[in-house]
C-alpha cells in the first residue's frame, strides 16, 4: 500500500506564492509519474502539472510560466512551487501517484487565494 500525505496549502494573497510537497511512502515500485490536480468549488477535478520518472513536465495551460512541478526522488516527494497566484487558483489540490496500473491519491490540501 502506498500513502501520499500533502502540505503546504494554505491562505495567500493575490500574487504571492506556496510551495505544496507530497511525501509518498509505503510499498513503491517503479513509479510511471506523480500529478498535482485541483478540484475548485463545484468544478470537476483537473490536472495541473504531471511529472514522468525520467523527469519530463506538463502543465495545464492556465498554470504555465506561474507553476513549477519539481521531483526528490530520494525523498520520493513531488513539489508544486506556484507562484503569481489568482483567485481562480483557489481549489483543493491533490497529489497522485501512478505505478502501473495503480493510482494513488493524497487526501487533499486547500488552497485559497484572496482578491
Known amino acids: 500500500q502506498v500513502q501520499l500525505v500533502e502540505s503546504g496549502g494554505g491562505l495567500v494573497q493575490a500574487g504571492g506564492s506556496l510551495r505544496l510537497s507530497c511525501a509518498a511512502s509505503?510499498?513503491?515500485?517503479?513509479?510511471?509519474?506523480m500529478a498535482w490536480y485541483r478540484q475548485a468549488l463545484a468544478k470537476q477535478r483537473e490536472l495541473v502539472a504531471l511529472i514522468t520518472s525520467g523527469g519530463s513536465t506538463r502543465y495545464a495551460d492556465s498554470v504555465k510560466g506561474r507553476f513549477t512541478i519539481s521531483r526528490d526522488n530520494a525523498k520520493n516527494t513531488v513539489y508544486l512551487q506556484m507562484n503569481s497566484l489568482k483567485p481562480e487558483d483557489t481549489a483543493v489540490y491533490y497529489c497522485r501517484l501512478v505505478a502501473g496500473d495503480l493510482g494513488y491519491w493524497g487526501q487533499g490540501t486547500q488552497v485559497t487565494v484572496s482578491s
Open positions: 509505503g510499498s513503491i515500485f517503479s513509479i510511471d509519474h
